[in-house]
T-cell receptor, first 121, second 113 residues
Framework: KAGVTQTPRYLIKTRGQQVTLSCSPI?????VSWYQQTPGQGLQFLFE???????NKGNFPGRFSGRQFSNSRSEMNVSTLELGDSALYLC????????????????????FGPGTRLTVL | GQQVMQIPQYQHVQEGEDFTTYCNSSTTLSNIQWYKQRPGGHPVFLIQLVKSGEVKKQKRLTFQFGEAKKNSSLHITATQTTDVGTYFC?????????????FGRGTSLIVHP
């Protein structure tokens, strides 16, 4: 079974530009979550999509957005890039929606992709 | 606000020594997960604990979930150089009627041969 794939793997942008990152989950997984990882803030949750609907969102500004397609593939977009947006962006897929993790004891193991390293100059 | 805290931030050990990382949540968790991220890699799922007081073992790794379901630990016996990486705990913290996967800052394990 193929793992989670992310494209592109590396990206260099300048301040003010926008960027779109793509994530293809493991076949059969309908939940896709996005994370930002930086040395200063660690691994922070951006949002989760399940069945083409955003289920929950972390504490990030509206410049960060996403969507999910009917085949479960997901994209995230960052508009008006800032220097502080430089980070490793990881997506993760799972069988169960994480938004229900508090009530569900089902397996919501997350499978992470290799990430997209975004550098904003 | 609610958070998941993890200590220590770094741990240097000599190969063959034991290693433990601790995770504490500000609130009770329904479950907790542990991940390992090798340098330059991405987080890889290790285990999920669900029951109060649960203890699970994977070869040299022992995972515990506290009785109050607010803390957890990962213990590695006789570390090897292949254990190098950052170990993260993660739990679902409630937010606006839903649950947000919240990761600890991680413990970076450095093993000296």
């Amino acid at each position: 079974k193929a793992g989670v794939t992310q494209t592109p793997r590396y990206l260099i942008k300048t301040r003010g530009q926008q960027v779109t990152l793509s994530c293809s989950p493991i076949s059969g997984h309908r939940s896709v979550s996005w994370y930002q990882q930086t040395p200063g803030q660690g691994l922070q949750f951006l949002f989760e999509y399940f069945s083409e609907t955003q289920r929950n969102k972390g504490n990030f500004p509206g410049r960060f957005s996403g969507r999910q397609f009917s085949n479960s593939r997901s994209e995230m977009n960052v508009s008006t890039l800032e220097l502080g947006d430089s980070a490793l962006y990881l997506c993760a897929s799972s069988l169960s929606p994480l938004s229900l993790a508090g009530r569900s004891f089902s397996n919501n193991e997350q499978f992470f992709g290799p990430g997209t390293r975004l550098t904003v100059l | 606000g609610q958070q998941v805290m993890q200590i220590p931030q770094y741990q240097h050990v000599q190969e063959g020594e034991d290693f433990t990382t601790y995770c504490n949540s500000s609130t009770t968790l329904s479950n907790i997960q542990w991940y390992k991220q090798r340098p330059g890699g991405h987080p890889v799922f290790l285990i999920q604990l669900v029951k109060s007081g649960e203890v699970k073992k994977q070869k040299r790794l022992t995972f515990q979930f506290g009785e109050a379901k607010k803390n957890s630990s990962l213990h590695i016996t006789a570390t090897q150089t292949t254990d190098v990486g950052t170990y993260f705990c993660a739990g679902p913290l409630s937010s606006g009627g839903s649950y947000i996967p919240t990761f600890g800052r991680g413990t970076s394990l450095i093993v000296h041969p």
